[in-house]
């Protein structure tokens, strides 16, 4: 039960928490026998490990679209992330391009790839397809395939026929690298069979069962379930997705309608709207109704939009923000395994015989770029770790310390009106985390909502948080513990959001994240009478010891209650929160920009000028905590180039095409008529550096830049800077400049681009306003 009206204890929201249920085992042919280590079991609510409830957090990299040298380092930078399962597309266009000519070397490696994930400490989801999309080239079949007279995606002999020969070569690869009783700790824990297949039950459950014929006999096979999708009974666990926006949109559309779903507590866990644009009839609503709670299984997710990709026609301008409050708002909703589309962004391939994207030639509705597919991640194609990288890291250290308690907790959804809060409590009895979102995309965004005050009731205690009304400001989102164990107290709540907690010394430390505008109250239950530090401490109408910090949120607000130190983080340092290996040793670090973790010591990006490194350890004197400092001496970070100029400044000539009459993309004949510049990297720069990233602040309608007469980067203007990594042309660049070939923004074109950034001017621009080269050296630090 949720009420969202004022209740006689001055509570605004009010829910009643059900008593603990046993889960039970899924009703899914899938999982690990008793016996097996390692094992992995899927009951109703959540998936185990080892028998210890487990919310996977699943990232999505594919090996093609990134250069095998760098891999790595990038999934290094994932697992630091809080990655702990990646996800990859194998793309069957990548590896037969031409008819029984199978390649797997250089940067097709898929064994290399899945090795070098298990070795950084990562499990592993493979998407074979036959079909993937990921907005490739005929979804990912070969063009021999695509124009074979068969019926593609069905049960037809002589498909299931390539397909068995494509599944066996996958096998072939990677059979010995998938997790089963005999090969425990092998990484490969889950494969995904097919992509938006919706309307072929038989069909994906005979792909399974070629795939387990041929080796690939998996722990957990997932399907996509959004689109009303219909699956086999008990053969494959559903996974969802939620955008905060879309390319496949039209380009006349403001903010997409279903971007509010997945802005609000919800149990309906399908989206109609992925998808939809590639479908030959429109989904039934009225399966929804059955895609929430009556499920029987985990509600599982393996695209949560953590940015989103750019068509021609349509460009969003997804925020760092807005990815964040969206994973945050499926937690709260229930959500048990949280998997994100796409987490570091690449480019596309590049095929023997053809450009390797979607588009309306191929048939799509959409033109995506050529090579661009950065995504907006949180690692971008050319590695760069963005604000949501960091926002998203915070979450992650939350459920690797706390996950196992969340898994066992159902969701009970509060008010979701229009006005009021969007808030839901995870949990049962008397404990569980409080969800509160309000915060969506900037093109409709929430308004601050006043007199905020929750009762959380169970069956022993009731919980009243704040101790007065407060003020939700616009754009907060957060969770907070309710009479959680944290540190060496038994039932602890706050208004303040869960990191992570560390034994240092005979201190458990616990570090909660302040919201903005949003006091910091610790509430301790009746009975413990502990001695307090640095904070004042008055017992409320619940006989709870009330807690409020001496200062405010930030690296020195620090609450100790007998031998639990509580560190209270401002929001930004709060993203600033690592935790891995230095000198071997767990530990939390500080440290606001980018960086990984190797088997024994943070390595950290070296900036323009020193920085601190701050690592938590214990006082000398035994009595307390305190951060050590660790000098990350300054480089030559960025090197500022001369901006190219354009001497003209012509338009694209607007047209339609593909099935749905879109706007259509330059093509190659069209670029004959583009302005030209050009980029002279001087010799010798970045010569020590690990990476050589070039830099363009640009505004215009659709740039590419070549190297002699290699198409290396390509971008849809939409407000972003153009991130390119340089470092594997090193050779090409002593030989040649980039060449630059543009199309000037069209005042009069009807594309869509945030009205934010929109350029409000009557004639046609083209212009690069700033040129750099992001020199990236990296230093260990122990």
Not at 202 to 211: G, Y
Request: glycine letters at 10%.
């Amino acid at each position: 039960m949720t009420a969202a009206t004022t209740t006689s204890t001055g509570a605004r929201y009010r829910v009643e928490l059900p008593r603990p249920t046993d889960p039970v085992p899924a009703a899914l042919d899938l999982g690990d026998g008793a016996d097996t280590a390692r094992r992995i079991e899927v009951t109703d609510r959540y998936l185990s490990r080892d028998g210890s409830p487990w919310i996977p957090v699943m990232g999505e990299y594919h090996f093609v679209r990134d250069r095998r040298e760098v891999w790595e380092r990038e999934l290094r930078k994932m697992r630091a992330s809080g990655i702990d399962v990646l996800a990859t597309y194998v793309f069957w266009l990548a590896h037969e391009e031409i008819e029984g000519e199978f390649r797997w070397d250089g940067d097709r490696d898929l064994r290399a790839f899945v090795q070098t994930a298990a070795r950084v400490g990562l499990d592993v989801v493979v998407r074979i397809g036959p079909w993937a999309h990921g907005e490739t080239r005929n979804g990912g079949f070969p063009d021999w395939l695509q124009a074979r007279d068969i019926a593609h995606r069905t049960d037809d002999p002589d498909y299931l026929e390539v397909v068995r020969r494509w599944y066996s070569a996958i096998a072939g690869q990677v059979a010995d690298l998938v997790h089963r009783p005999d090969a425990p700790d092998a990484p490969i824990v889950g494969i995904q069979i097919e992509n938006e297949l919706y309307d072929q039950p038989q069909h994906l459950s005979t792909l399974r069962t070629i795939a387990e014929s041929v080796g690939l006999a998996a722990a957990l096979f997932t399907a996509t379930g959004w689109g009303g999708a219909q699956l086999p009974p008990g053969r494959f666990l559903p996974v969802y997705a939620g955008y905060a926006d879309g390319f496949w949109e039209e380009s006349d559309t403001g903010w997409p309608e279903f971007g509010r779903q997945h802005f609000t507590f919800s149990d309906v866990r399908d989206d109609l709207s992925v998808g939809a644009d590639l479908r030959a009839t429109p989904a039934d609503a009225s399966v929804i109704g059955d895609r929430g709670t009556s499920d029987p299984w985990p509600y599982a997710t393996c695209e949560l939009g953590s940015g989103m990709a750019t068509a021609y026609h349509r460009r969003p301008l997804v925020d760092a923000e807005d990815v964040a409050a969206l994973a945050l708002t499926k937690l709260g909703s229930g959500s048990a395994w949280q998997g994100y589309y796409m987490f570091h962004g690449g480019l596309h391939f590049e095929g023997a015989l053809s450009t390797t994207q979607e588009s309306q030639a191929t048939g799509y509705p959409n033109d995506v770029p050529v090579r661009d597919y950065d995504f907006f991640a949180p690692l971008g194609a050319a590695g760069t770790q963005r604000r949501h990288f960091h926002q998203l890291r915070r979450q992650h250290l939350f459920l690797s310390a706390f996950g196992d308690r969340l898994a066992t907790y159902p969701a009970r959804i509060g008010s979701q009106e229009p006005g009021e809060l969007r808030w839901s409590v995870r949990g049962d009895s008397d404990r569980g985390f409080l969800f509160g979102n309000n915060h969506q995309p900037a093109l409709a965004p929430l308004d601050a909502v006043e007199a905020v005050r929750f009762e959380i009731v169970g069956p022993d205690a009731a919980v009243r948080i704040p101790s007065d009304p407060i003020t939700v400001p616009a754009g907060s989102s957060f969770f907070w513990p309710i009479r959680q164990p944290l540190g060496g107290l038994s039932a602890v709540s706050a208004s303040a959001q869960p990191i992570t907690e560390i034994r240092v010394g005979d201190h458990e430390v616990v570090f909660l994240a302040a919201s903005d505008g949003i006091a910091v109250e610790i509430q301790l239950d009746a009975g413990e009478s502990p001695v307090v530090r640095g904070a004042s401490a008055a017992v409320n109408d619940d006989g709870r010891l009330v807690l409020r910090p001496d200062s405010a949120p930030g690296l020195d607000c620090r609450v100790q209650v007998d031998r639990t130190i509580f560190v209270i983080l401002d929001s930004g340092t709060a993203d600033a929160v690592w935790r891995g290996p230095v000198n071997g040793i767990d530990s939390v670090v500080i440290w606001p920009h980018g960086g990984w973790f190797d088997d024994t010591d943070f390595v950290a990006e070296r900036q323009g000028e020193d920085a601190d490194v701050l690592v938590l350890i214990e006082r000398a004197d035994g009595a307390g905590v305190e951060f050590r400092r660790r000098i990350v001496e300054g480089t030559d970070a960025r090197h500022g180039l001369e901006a190219p100029v354009f001497e003209t400044a012509p338009v694209f000539a607007p047209r339609v095409g593909g099935p749905v009459s879109r706007f259509a993309a330059p093509t190659e004949d069209d670029f004959v008529d583009a302005a030209t510049a050009e980029i002279r990297i001087p010799n010798g720069i970045g010569a020590d550096a690990e990476q050589m990233v070039l830099q363009l602040d640009w505004v215009g309608d659709v740039l590419r830049l070549q190297i002699g007469e290699e198409l290396i980067a390509d971008q849809f203007w939409s407000g972003r800077p153009l991130e390119v990594d340089l470092s594997g042309c090193r050779d090409l660049l002593a030989e040649h400049p980039i060449r630059l070939t543009a199309f000037a923004w069209n005042p009069a074109t009807r594309v869509h681009v945030d009205p934010r950034v929109r350029p409000a001017v009557i004639d046609p621009v083209l212009r690069v306003d700033a040129a750099a080269l992001l020199l990236r050296r990296y230093a260990r630090v122990s």
